[in-house]
């Protein structure tokens, strides 16, 4: 039930119609694909939906899926989630709210409209409405405070019919919030035996014949990557800037305004000697260490050699190297042993530092002081900055004039017959998965160049690196392998696939057994060869799940009782399959805290809410006259 909630609460009018009289921005006249058209895209009882509302809601709906995948929405998912049809039922859901409400009396006031822009955070400035900011982003979106109040005050028409739908749900019941609590923290333990291929591997013998019929079917699986031979011409923005000469005066200019680039922040050099002591050490263990390390400490401090001490005492990394450390800048080390290496003086030996690797003594070697690189110390630098900035239109203009060349000569062969001094890189023939060096970080450089024909030339191609102009000369397609160059491997997954295919039969065998009259579960089990495993407590919350039987089965364990005892069909989990039957199930033995109360009535409220508006709604939409343009068919 919970879970019905939650799917409820994620509904297509809570989703779509909620939200949008939420943000209310509905922003007339943006140019798409259908705004030109002149007749109504939808008509609800007489209401015209114009196409340019119908592109803006698809438009919204789309950026807000594809937001979900990183700005782009996979190939196919737009199709199969249909979002033409949910923009309509938003739409026609939208215009049902508004003319329900007027039916029922409801109207929205000016001074609600007011109300509700003033509370708007988009027209406010340190806290309050403002009305040239309001003016400002209106005109900004080609909107008149007019239209958009207009178009406001439908929306909260819809929201406010809703409202009043909504107010006819009873309040949540005593007996139904307990009901709901007791579904969502009861345990149920079942019984379950686990039916591997790996099993029965050891059973399966190949026969040639069968081995090649299966191929034929299974060949494509086996199939080589497509692989291209190419020729191609580099135009680098290294290569161009080496052309560019940078003056003097740019580099000293350049030198002066970035002086903070090029400070050398304070390093020191230490070494330390470790006592290894974290959080989940004893505190017995941590006296210990504590006393090793004061004794060290005495011997440090009275001569010996620090370098020695660390090699034959310290538990760390650095031991053999004498506890050597290197220089380091401020920061770098966790913050007691930084605060206390940046507080020494040069050739001291600290007390004690505690840290969560332990108790550390630290010898401060030497201190090389803040400073600034010079400007001969960075003078190839910026130059070679400055030449990389300037390179990007240089190396357009070359990368362009070399194309324009390439076609006025007639193929790329002929270019490079009359200019023998151009760069070139002629690859052996490689797949998409193993590109050679210099492409392999580049995935434009590659996308381009796998869609090419053999012989094909391609335009300029903006790289990682400047621009590319790519020939493929030659192209191998995928092809499916003799199954004697990949007998090996086709054998195991043979083998393995039969296995699956015995261990699915097995275990819907068991549920077949189960069901004759009398059969004891872990009897029919045993007979097969398999063991009986309990599953202890499960529960329905994801978090600190312990049992070994796999969560992704849980929610089918809680459909079974004592009179339906047997999963239906054997549940998958990896390639294993699991049959598993009812042992017990257990109401929660902590009672529900007032903050649980609360959600739930929340939820059950919502619930009620919810279900009163889709009857509302579906009957409205039974009863009304809907009639769509043509041209959305083919959308």
């Given at each position: 039930?919970?879970q019905f909630?939650r799917?409820?609460?994620?509904?297509?009018?809570?989703?779509a119609?909620?939200?949008?009289i939420?943000?209310?921005?509905?922003?007339?006249?943006?140019?798409a694909?259908l705004?030109?058209?002149?007749?109504?895209?939808?008509?609800v009882n007489?209401?015209?939906?114009?196409?340019?509302q119908?592109?803006?809601?698809?438009?919204?709906?789309y950026t807000?899926?594809?937001q979900?995948?990183?700005?782009?929405v996979?190939?196919?998912?737009?199709?199969?989630?249909?979002?033409?049809?949910?923009v309509?039922?938003?739409l026609?859901?939208?215009?049902?709210?508004?003319?329900g409400?007027?039916?029922m009396?409801l109207?929205?006031?000016?001074?609600e409209?007011?109300?509700?822009?003033e509370?708007?955070v988009q027209?406010?400035?340190n806290g309050?409405f403002n009305?040239e900011?309001y003016k400002?982003?209106?005109?900004?979106?080609?909107?008149?405070?007019?239209?958009?109040?207009d178009?406001?005050?439908y929306?909260l028409?819809a929201?406010k019919?809703?409202?009043?739908?909504s107010?006819f749900a009873?309040?949540a019941?005593?007996?139904?919030?307990?009901?709901?609590?007791n579904?969502?923290k009861?345990?149920?333990?079942v019984?379950y035996s686990?039916?591997?291929?790996?099993?029965?591997?050891a059973?399966?013998?190949v026969?040639?014949?069968?081995?090649?019929?299966?191929?034929?079917?299974?060949?494509?699986?086996?199939?080589?990557?497509?692989?291209v031979?190419?020729?191609?011409?580099?135009?680098?923005?290294?290569?161009?800037?080496?052309k560019?000469?940078?003056e003097?005066?740019?580099?000293?200019?350049?030198?002066?305004q970035?002086?903070?680039d090029?400070?050398i922040?304070?390093?020191?050099?230490?070494?330390?000697i470790?006592f290894?002591?974290?959080?989940?050490?004893?505190d017995?263990?941590?006296?210990q260490?504590?006393l090793?390390?004061?004794?060290?400490?005495?011997?440090?401090?009275?001569?010996?050699?620090?370098?020695?001490?660390?090699?034959?005492?310290?538990?760390?990394?650095?031991a053999?190297?004498?506890?050597e450390?290197?220089?380091?800048?401020?920061?770098r080390?966790?913050?007691p042993f930084?605060?206390?290496v940046?507080?020494?003086?040069?050739?001291?030996?600290s007390?004690l530092?505690?840290?969560?690797?332990?108790?550390?003594?630290?010898?401060?070697e030497d201190?090389?002081?803040?400073?600034?690189?010079?400007?001969?110390e960075?003078?190839?630098?910026?130059?070679?900055?400055?030449?990389?900035?300037?390179?990007?239109?240089?190396?357009l203009?070359?990368?362009n004039?070399?194309?324009?060349?390439?076609?006025?000569?007639g193929?790329?062969a002929?270019?490079l017959e009359?200019?023998?001094?151009t760069k070139?890189?002629?690859?052996?023939?490689?797949?998409r998965?193993t590109?050679?060096?210099?492409?392999?970080?580049d995935p434009?450089f590659?996308?381009?160049?796998?869609?090419?024909k053999?012989?094909?030339?391609?335009s300029?191609?903006?790289?990682?690196?400047?621009?590319a102009?790519?020939?493929?000369t030659?192209?191998?397609?995928?092809?499916?392998?003799a199954?004697?160059?990949?007998?090996?491997e086709?054998?195991a997954?043979?083998?393995?696939?039969?296995a699956?295919?015995?261990a699915?039969?097995?275990?819907?065998?068991?549920?077949?057994?189960?069901?004759?009259?009398?059969?004891?579960y872990?009897?029919?089990?045993?007979?097969k060869?398999?063991?009986?495993?309990?599953?202890?407590?499960?529960?329905?919350s994801t978090?600190?799940?312990?049992?070994?039987f796999?969560?992704s089965?849980?929610?089918?364990?809680?459909?079974?009782?004592?009179a339906d005892?047997?999963?239906e069909?054997?549940?998958l989990?990896?390639?294993?399959?699991?049959?598993?039957?009812?042992?017990?199930?257990k109401?929660?033995e902590?009672?529900?805290?007032?903050?649980?109360?609360?959600?739930?009535?929340?939820l059950?409220?919502?619930f009620?809410q919810?279900?009163?508006?889709d009857?509302?709604?579906a009957?409205?939409?039974a009863?009304a006259?809907i009639?769509m343009?043509?041209?959305l068919?083919?959308?």
């Amino acid at each position: 039930m919970l879970q019905f909630l939650r799917k409820k609460a994620q509904s297509l009018l809570i989703q779509a119609v909620v939200v949008i009289i939420a943000l209310v921005f509905i922003f007339w006249g943006v140019g798409a694909n259908l705004m030109n058209k002149r007749e109504a895209a939808i008509v609800v009882n007489g209401q015209e939906i114009p196409f340019q509302q119908f592109q803006q809601a698809y438009d919204e709906a789309y950026t807000r899926l594809a937001q979900q995948f990183g700005g782009t929405v996979p190939k196919g998912l737009a199709d199969s989630l249909n979002i033409k049809q949910q923009v309509i039922n938003q739409l026609v859901q939208g215009a049902l709210l508004r003319q329900g409400g007027l039916e029922m009396g409801l109207m929205v006031s000016g001074s609600e409209i007011q109300n509700e822009v003033e509370g708007m955070v988009q027209f406010q400035e340190n806290g309050s409405f403002n009305l040239e900011r309001y003016k400002l982003i209106l005109a900004s979106n080609r909107l008149s405070p007019t239209k958009y109040e207009d178009s406001l005050r439908y929306d909260l028409l819809a929201n406010k019919t809703i409202e009043n739908i909504s107010d006819f749900a009873l309040p949540a019941s005593d007996y139904e919030i307990e009901d709901l609590y007791n579904l969502e923290k009861e345990e149920v333990s079942v019984s379950y035996s686990v039916v591997s291929p790996s099993t029965y591997l050891a059973d399966i013998e190949v026969q040639e014949s069968e081995l090649e019929t299966w191929y034929q079917n299974a060949g494509e699986r086996y199939q080589t990557a497509k692989m291209v031979q190419l020729t191609y011409l580099p135009f680098t923005y290294e290569d161009s800037g080496e052309k560019i000469i940078i003056e003097e005066v740019d580099i000293s200019g350049y030198y002066d305004q970035h002086l903070t680039d090029y400070q050398i922040p304070e390093k020191r050099h230490a070494r330390h000697i470790l006592f290894k002591a974290t959080a989940d050490d004893s505190d017995t263990l941590h006296e210990q260490q504590r006393l090793k390390a004061e004794e060290i400490l005495d011997l440090a401090r009275n001569g010996e050699d620090f370098a020695a001490l660390a090699k034959e005492h310290s538990e760390g990394p650095s031991a053999s190297a004498g506890g050597e450390l290197g220089f380091f800048e401020q920061g770098r080390m966790v913050k007691p042993f930084d605060e206390a290496v940046f507080s020494m003086k040069q050739g001291e030996i600290s007390d004690l530092v505690k840290t969560e690797f332990g108790y550390h003594i630290i010898m401060l070697e030497d201190i090389q002081l803040a400073g600034v690189r010079s400007l001969d110390e960075t003078r190839l630098e910026i130059e070679k900055k400055l030449q990389l900035d300037q390179a990007e239109p240089l190396t357009l203009q070359l990368a362009n004039a070399a194309y324009e060349n390439i076609i006025s000569s007639g193929s790329l062969a002929a270019f490079l017959e009359s200019h023998p001094d151009t760069k070139v890189v002629e690859t052996e023939m490689f797949a998409r998965s193993t590109p050679p060096p210099g492409i392999s970080a580049d995935p434009t450089f590659l996308e381009k160049a796998f869609l090419l024909k053999e012989g094909e030339l391609s335009s300029l191609v903006k790289t990682v690196k400047g621009y590319a102009i790519i020939s493929a000369t030659a192209i191998q397609e995928p092809q499916i392998p003799a199954l004697n160059n990949v007998r090996a491997e086709a054998e195991a997954d043979y083998k393995y696939e039969k296995a699956a295919e015995k261990a699915a039969s097995i275990a819907s065998q068991l549920l077949d057994d189960f069901k004759q009259e009398g059969s004891s579960y872990q009897a029919v089990v045993q007979e097969k060869g398999l063991s009986v495993q309990e599953s202890g407590p499960l529960v329905k919350s994801t978090t600190d799940y312990q049992s070994s039987f796999p969560q992704s089965l849980v929610q089918s364990v809680f459909r079974l009782s004592s009179a339906d005892p047997v999963v239906e069909e054997p549940g998958l989990f990896g390639q294993d399959y699991y049959v598993y039957w009812f042992n017990e199930r257990k109401t929660p033995e902590t009672p529900m805290s007032e903050e649980d109360r609360v959600r739930y009535q929340e939820l059950l409220q919502q619930f009620k809410q919810q279900q009163i508006l889709d009857a509302w709604l579906a009957n409205q939409q039974a009863q009304a006259k809907i009639s769509m343009h043509g041209s959305l068919e083919n959308y």
